[in-house]
């Protein structure tokens, strides 16, 4: 079985920083592209950031020279680093990962985390 667990969400005043945290988990041969996704109340799901298994990353407009997303394939593990954040930031954050495993290859969910920008 496959599992991406997410962590580092939470309540945050606006300029503040986070760090959320994806972990793959399972029998796994590769992870090719992993990427950040946030929905908020009312709204569809969009990309934040993603990157690929050489690097390479990719983020909306929305958060350019904010975010940074990064990975550590030894660990499994992707990271978004969330500075300078502010309240339309408000959402919750799904990791997504496209992977090879003993069940072929699939693109996964994290049940997701929340990160609220208020004063």
């Known amino acids: 079985q496959v599992q991406l667990v997410e962590s580092g969400g939470g309540l945050v005043q606006p300029g503040g920083s986070l760090r959320l945290s994806c972990q793959v988990l399972?029998?796994?041969?590769?992870?090719?592209?992993m990427g950040w996704y946030r929905q908020a109340p009312g709204k569809e799901r969009e990309l934040v950031a993603d990157?690929?298994?050489?690097?390479?990353?990719n983020y909306a407009d929305s958060v350019k020279g904010r975010f940074t997303i990064s990975r550590d394939n030894h660990k499994r593990t992707m990271y978004l680093q969330m500075n300078s954040l502010k309240a339309e930031d408000t959402a919750v954050y799904y990791c997504?990962?496209?992977?090879?495993?003993?069940?072929?290859?699939?693109?996964?969910w994290g049940k997701g985390t929340l990160v609220t920008t208020a004063s």
């Open positions: 997504n990962a496209d992977v090879m495993s003993s069940y072929g290859r699939g693109r996964y």
């Open positions: 990157i690929g298994s050489g690097g390479g990353p």
């Open positions: 399972g029998n796994i041969f590769a992870i090719n592209v």
